[in-house]
């Protein structure tokens, strides 16, 4: 969303957004690094380099990106210390939270993530990246 909300393109490090956020830093550059990865981010090494969201990423809807984030196979854990689950074969609870998860998704494929930050809620986060020293 940050990068979303960033004014002409502007160009932000993993740190400054670690550091506007108040999320640690070896998080958000895991993030920035499977972002660029899906092409939703460009990022510029050295000096003046950072990421700016991509025209992919300007229109990417968070269900789709939600869907490639979540690496789980299923909603739930479905084996025990012993091996799966002996109520597993024909298991309607599971296709259950399957169906459900896609409805979660479906929903989600509605919102374009560069339609998510609006300028009033964005501007403090700017005016505190504004103080931060340059890196």
């Given at each position: 969303?940050?990068l979303a909300?960033?004014?002409d393109?502007?160009?932000l490090?993993s740190?400054q957004?670690a550091e506007?956020v108040?999320i640690p830093?070896?998080?958000?550059?895991?993030?920035?690094?499977?972002?660029?990865?899906?092409?939703?981010?460009d990022v510029t090494?050295?000096r003046a380099?950072g990421a700016?969201?991509?025209g992919?990423?300007?229109?990417?809807?968070v269900g789709?990106?939600?869907?490639?984030?979540d690496t789980r196979?299923?909603?739930?854990?479905?084996?025990t210390?012993?091996?799966?689950?002996?109520?597993?074969r024909?298991?309607?609870?599971?296709s259950a939270?399957?169906?459900?998860r896609?409805?979660f998704?479906?929903e989600?494929?509605a919102v374009?993530?560069?339609?998510?930050?609006h300028?009033?809620?964005?501007?403090?986060v700017f005016?505190?990246l504004?103080?931060?020293?340059p890196?």
């Amino acid at each position: 969303m940050l990068l979303a909300a960033a004014p002409d393109g502007r160009v932000l490090t993993s740190r400054q957004v670690a550091e506007a956020v108040e999320i640690p830093y070896n998080h958000v550059s895991k993030a920035m690094i499977r972002l660029r990865e899906l092409g939703l981010v460009d990022v510029t090494r050295g000096r003046a380099g950072g990421a700016v969201l991509s025209g992919l990423g300007r229109t990417t809807t968070v269900g789709w990106l939600l869907r490639r984030l979540d690496t789980r196979p299923t909603v739930a854990d479905c084996s025990t210390p012993n091996g799966n689950c002996p109520l597993n074969r024909d298991c309607s609870l599971r296709s259950a939270l399957a169906r459900a998860r896609e409805a979660f998704y479906a929903e989600l494929d509605a919102v374009v993530i560069s339609s998510l930050p609006h300028e009033n809620q964005m501007a403090p986060v700017f005016v505190t990246l504004s103080t931060l020293r340059p890196v």
